[in-house]
């Protein structure tokens, strides 16, 4: 069993920055790749961005320059940090490693 949690989540204004992390329990594997997702009600969810087990990263071109993922080597820890935040970014966002999810953590930007 693999659990999954994320936190960092909060309301900022327009143009701030948050840092979200996920804390990964249970059996995992440095290769997996980890993931930020974040689903808006009424929308489909999205991916954020991506790093795998390699170090190769990914981004959803909304985020690019802006957001910057990592993660540790024995993919038990994930973050996200997120600088010039828009109202556009206000999301749950969830953390997945191989088929497992968070249960998310809520970030909103004010303008």
């Known amino acids: 069993q693999v659990n999954l949690v994320e936190s960092g989540g909060g309301s900022v204004e327009a143009g701030g920055s948050l840092r979200l992390s996920c804390a990964v329990t249970?059996?995992?594997?440095?290769?997996?790749?980890m993931s930020w997702f974040r689903e808006v009600p009424g929308k489909q969810r999205e991916k954020v961005a991506s790093i795998g087990g390699g170090g190769d990263i990914g981004y959803h071109d909304s985020v690019k320059g802006r957001f910057t993922i990592s993660r540790d080597n024995a993919a038990r820890n994930l973050w996200l940090q997120m600088d010039s935040l828009k109202p556009e970014d206000t999301a749950m966002y969830y953390c997945?490693?191989?088929?497992?999810w968070g249960r998310g953590t809520q970030v909103t930007v004010t303008p």
């Open positions: 249970g059996n995992t594997y440095s290769r997996y790749t």
């Open positions: 997945a490693v191989d088929r497992y």
